[in-house]
Protein backbone atom coordinates (compact mmCIF):
# COMPACT_ATOMS: atom_id res chain seq x y z
CA UNK A 1 0.00 0.00 0.00
CA UNK A 2 1.41 3.55 -1.11
CA UNK A 3 2.89 5.52 2.65
CA UNK A 4 2.96 2.38 4.52
CA UNK A 5 6.31 0.70 5.59
CA UNK A 6 6.16 -2.74 6.33
CA UNK A 7 7.26 -3.73 9.53
CA UNK A 8 9.01 -7.11 9.99
CA UNK A 9 7.07 -9.82 11.99
CA UNK A 10 9.90 -9.91 14.05
CA UNK A 11 9.83 -6.37 15.34
CA UNK A 12 5.86 -6.41 15.47
CA UNK A 13 5.88 -9.05 17.98
CA UNK A 14 8.52 -7.50 19.73
CA UNK A 15 6.39 -4.53 19.86
CA UNK A 16 3.57 -6.55 20.94
CA UNK A 17 5.02 -8.27 23.69
CA UNK A 18 6.28 -4.74 25.07
CA UNK A 19 2.94 -3.60 24.57
CA UNK A 20 1.49 -6.26 26.76
CA UNK A 21 4.42 -7.08 29.25
CA UNK A 22 3.54 -3.41 30.26
CA UNK A 23 0.01 -4.48 31.18
CA UNK A 24 0.90 -7.10 33.90
CA UNK A 25 1.90 -4.42 36.36
CA UNK A 26 -0.65 -1.90 35.86
CA UNK A 27 -3.30 -4.73 37.06
CA UNK A 28 -0.52 -4.78 39.98
CA UNK A 29 -1.32 -0.99 40.54
CA UNK A 30 -5.03 -1.00 39.89
CA UNK A 31 -5.80 -4.20 42.53
CA UNK A 32 -3.27 -1.93 45.21
CA UNK A 33 -4.92 1.01 45.14
CA UNK A 34 -6.67 2.38 47.91
CA UNK A 35 -5.79 -0.83 49.54
CA UNK A 36 -4.44 -1.49 53.38
CA UNK A 37 -2.07 -3.74 54.70
CA UNK A 38 -1.03 -5.09 57.97
CA UNK A 39 2.87 -6.83 58.14
CA UNK A 40 2.69 -10.72 58.69
CA UNK A 41 6.63 -10.94 58.64
CA UNK A 42 9.41 -8.60 58.00
CA UNK A 43 12.68 -10.55 57.55
CA UNK A 44 11.01 -14.03 58.62
CA UNK A 45 10.23 -12.08 61.92
CA UNK A 46 6.60 -10.95 63.19
CA UNK A 47 6.32 -7.01 63.79
CA UNK A 48 7.08 -6.03 67.19
CA UNK A 49 4.09 -3.24 66.47
CA UNK A 50 0.50 -4.09 66.40
CA UNK A 51 0.31 -1.44 64.07
CA UNK A 52 3.05 -2.12 61.19
CA UNK A 53 0.73 -1.74 58.23
CA UNK A 54 0.83 -0.33 54.82
CA UNK A 55 -1.38 2.15 52.83
CA UNK A 56 -1.28 2.55 49.22
CA UNK A 57 -3.57 5.42 48.41
CA UNK A 58 -4.21 8.12 45.41
CA UNK A 59 -1.08 7.56 44.13
CA UNK A 60 0.94 7.74 47.44
CA UNK A 61 2.69 4.88 49.50
CA UNK A 62 2.56 5.35 53.86
CA UNK A 63 4.05 2.37 55.76
CA UNK A 64 4.01 2.29 59.52
CA UNK A 65 6.43 0.11 60.97
CA UNK A 66 7.74 1.13 64.37
CA UNK A 67 7.54 4.56 65.38
CA UNK A 68 8.23 6.63 62.07
CA UNK A 69 5.71 6.63 58.85
CA UNK A 70 7.40 6.32 55.93
CA UNK A 71 5.72 7.59 52.78
CA UNK A 72 6.11 8.99 48.92
CA UNK A 73 4.70 7.89 45.67
CA UNK A 74 5.02 4.91 44.37
CA UNK A 75 4.12 2.34 40.87
CA UNK A 76 4.67 -0.86 39.71
CA UNK A 77 7.50 -1.73 36.81
CA UNK A 78 7.95 -5.13 35.65
CA UNK A 79 6.32 -6.37 38.86
CA UNK A 80 8.66 -4.56 40.67
CA UNK A 81 7.30 -1.77 43.66
CA UNK A 82 8.73 1.77 42.96
CA UNK A 83 8.66 3.60 46.15
CA UNK A 84 10.30 7.10 46.11
CA UNK A 85 11.56 9.87 46.47
CA UNK A 86 10.68 8.64 49.95
CA UNK A 87 10.39 10.81 53.22
CA UNK A 88 10.01 9.27 57.01
CA UNK A 89 9.66 11.08 60.22
CA UNK A 90 12.37 10.52 63.16
CA UNK A 91 11.30 9.46 66.34
CA UNK A 92 13.30 7.62 69.05
CA UNK A 93 12.04 3.95 68.72
CA UNK A 94 13.16 0.65 70.52
CA UNK A 95 15.98 -1.18 69.47
CA UNK A 96 13.39 -3.63 67.74
CA UNK A 97 11.00 -1.70 65.99
CA UNK A 98 14.19 0.78 64.90
CA UNK A 99 15.24 -2.56 63.14
CA UNK A 100 12.38 -3.53 61.48
CA UNK A 101 11.68 0.34 60.31
CA UNK A 102 15.45 0.60 58.77
CA UNK A 103 14.39 -3.39 56.90
CA UNK A 104 11.10 -1.93 55.15
CA UNK A 105 13.03 0.98 54.42
CA UNK A 106 15.84 -0.32 52.71
CA UNK A 107 13.35 -2.89 51.64
CA UNK A 108 11.33 -0.60 49.94
CA UNK A 109 14.79 1.55 48.66
CA UNK A 110 15.46 -1.48 46.56
CA UNK A 111 12.48 -1.63 44.63
CA UNK A 112 11.28 -4.88 45.54
CA UNK A 113 9.89 -7.59 43.28
CA UNK A 114 6.58 -8.36 44.53
CA UNK A 115 3.62 -11.18 44.35
CA UNK A 116 0.42 -10.80 44.39
CA UNK A 117 -1.30 -13.98 46.27
CA UNK A 118 -5.18 -13.70 47.11
CA UNK A 119 -4.78 -11.51 50.38
CA UNK A 120 -1.53 -12.12 50.62
CA UNK A 121 1.38 -9.35 49.42
CA UNK A 122 5.14 -10.66 49.18
CA UNK A 123 7.93 -8.39 48.79
CA UNK A 124 11.15 -9.43 47.95
CA UNK A 125 14.92 -7.31 47.78
CA UNK A 126 18.05 -8.99 47.55
CA UNK A 127 18.71 -8.55 51.40
CA UNK A 128 14.94 -8.00 52.89
CA UNK A 129 11.39 -9.55 52.38
CA UNK A 130 8.00 -8.67 53.98
CA UNK A 131 4.77 -10.55 53.93
CA UNK A 132 1.26 -8.30 54.07
CA UNK A 133 -2.18 -9.54 54.41
CA UNK A 134 -4.47 -7.25 53.24
CA UNK A 135 -6.40 -5.78 56.02
CA UNK A 136 -8.66 -2.67 54.44
CA UNK A 137 -10.95 -0.70 56.92
Given at each position: MPGLIPIP???????????LADCA?????????????EFALIDGQ?????????RFDNGQISVL??????????????SRLLAGPLVQTELACPAPAWDQEKAVSSLLAAAPRMRLEKERLILQSGGHSAELVRADE
Amino acid sequence: MPGLIPIPRAMAAALLMLALADCAPASHGARLSATRWEFALIDGQRPFSDAADMRFDNGQISVLVGCNRISGPWRIFESRLLAGPLVQTELACPAPAWDQEKAVSSLLAAAPRMRLEKERLILQSGGHSAELVRADE
